[in-house]
């Protein structure tokens, strides 16, 4: 079954002028995020990213053009490029310095959604290099005290090489996602107080309410903070908007220009302690839980654990997703 | 009232075999986080300081060993050096090195506490400099869903350039520091239900049992993940211990074996959008507030006021520390 939406997807964006590498990488992310239970950031995407290929938003033959402004800072412009593609180029010109420099860093703009951050961090991992990626996106999120949704959901990947488990850490700067916020609206049912706003600014349970409005940060003003410095990073070194300036991962109207920053570190320029990790790693889970029945978890091992699930059993899309894919094949 | 213990706090540490600019450094940044506010990280630590510098567990005159072991890796062995002196040494040497590389990092093991974060992550600022800071500790924090302290308070400072305001980011990544329990403790004040755990792994609202026990991780399994992220960055990279084998930042009978890492990055090496950040950021501080009497704050802005407010009026410092300060001089 993730073989089959697999050899579609790629078809898909193969028939909009993805190259085949690109394609097969794009529709590799998709199924990625599929096979983790992240279906926000699975084959839903690929209708509108066709539709941007198609009034040439994207350009599924762009690579990103890559420029080293000093030894180890990658200036990118992603060319309107596939997320994934120009992340991944970008990847692999830093991993070439890192015997030089130990560490590198790339700031791109003008590419298009690169989706789960994960992906690229544990592909770093297993590469045995450490990686750090954020992103930013259109404004959603309102500052800790504020009404106004003026950051975007800024996400940040950490991913750590520890042996066959590495620890690998994806996480949106706001408490919860506009895609679950979106599900409760369609299912009816209230969002917890301290989740949104309303277009008025006052806490709201309606999720139809909330999406008109903005998503709280997580952890208070920590997390606010740990948000905008993300938002100011990115748009700093990459030259991306403003996250009120931003468009372009939500529809198909406009090219996307929010900003991405990869750093890649090579542990062995450092004491690179991974058996040292990979057991304090293992005391963790094995450390006593709140709940006998949940235990404590290393940030990467659910997403594993799913992953495995979905390969066995398979994935399950919804039905008006699968159709409209379908359809569109046949378009 | 600041001049007259910043005396004080100097002629201590020379006293006990600081150099002069080591002690002037120390003392600086012991000062720095009185004026903001932050005593717990303020002229409290000083005694026992002293009593690591009596003992040879810090050694006053180190500045740090540093090695490129790659061109933009910095290695640093801080031979049992005052936390300061090390960090600012390593400071000046990522920066010169920017010029060549653009962005440069620092791992750094054997060196002694290093304080209150803001402080080296104001100074890149006023340097035109972004620059991220973390550092670990002795355990106190359990896992999200855990009961036992497993990792570091570990926090992060991050400071990014713009205008007379730069954005100053500096967090521990437990909900509340240790300091605060003990300070409800004092007070004979409970705790809210949610910040720590005793020492049989229950939630507690007793101050008392929470001091044996571990605090929470700020904004749950997000926070955690952060803080996770931290632990084990810092112990690869530097070559530090995992906090459950940390000592030496609380008491006066251990080497400090704790890590710090330090990255610095020149905008100019990216696109260096300091104007537009600056706009950007006074648009959230004018943004409306969910309570009209509390206008949205970016991170820094608290710490500049208060600090602003202590150099018009002077800090009161506790008198009992002051009389244990005024002793240990006469000593």
């Known amino acids: 079954m993730p073989d089959q939406l697999r050899s579609l997807a790629t078809a898909l964006l193969d028939s909009r002028g993805a190259d085949p590498q690109a394609a097969a990488l794009q529709a590799d992310l998709l199924i990625e995020a599929e096979l983790r239970g992240l279906p926000s950031h699975g084959l839903q995407r690929l209708p509108l990213l066709l539709s941007r290929l198609e009034k040439g938003l994207a350009d ?25 593609v120009v992340v991944m180029n970008a990847m692999r010109r830093l991993k070439q310095k ?15 959604h690169i989706g789960m951050l994960a992906y ?11 990686a750090i990626v954020m992103s930013t996106s259109e404004a959603l999120v309102h500052p800790f005290g504020g009404t106004k949704a003026m950051l975007g959901t800024n996400p940040i990947a950490i991913g750590i090489p520890a042996g066959d488990r590495p620890f690998v850490l994806d996480l949106a700067t706001s ?48 997390g606010y903070g740990l948000g905008l410095a993300i938002e100011l ?38 004491k690179g302690a991974a058996p040292a990790l990979t057991a304090y790693l293992d005391g963790l889970r094995l450390s006593r839980p709140l709940d006998a029945a949940r235990p404590v978890a290393v940030p990467g091992d659910g997403a594993r654990s799913r992953r495995a699930a979905a390969i066995a059993e398979g994935i399950t899309l919804p039905h008006p997703l699968f159709e409209q894919l379908t359809a569109l094949e046949a378009a």
């Open 60 to 84: 599924g033959r762009a690579q990103g053009a890559c420029t080293w402004s000093r030894k180890a800072f990658l200036d990118v412009d992603g060319e309107r490029g596939l997320g994934p």
């Open 98 to 112: 890192l015997p030089e420099t130990g560490i590198a860093v790339a700031a791109i703009r003008n590419a298009n």
């Open 120 to 130: 690229y961090v544990e592909a770093a991992a297993r590469d045995g290099l450490i």
């Open 175 to 222: 408490v919860v996602s506009m895609g679950k916020i979106r599900n409760h609206a369609l299912r009816g049912v209230p969002i917890p107080l301290g989740w949104a706003v309303d277009a008025d600014g006052h806490p709201t349970a309606d999720p139809v309410a909330a999406q008109t409005g903005a998503i709280a940060p997580f952890g208070d003003a920590k």
């Open 233 to 270: 990073l990115v748009a700093a070194l990459a030259g991306s908007a403003l996250s009120p300036d931003v468009h372009g991962t939500l529809d198909d109207d406009h090219a996307a220009n929010k900003g991405d920053f990869l750093i890649l570190i090579d542990p062995d320029a450092g």
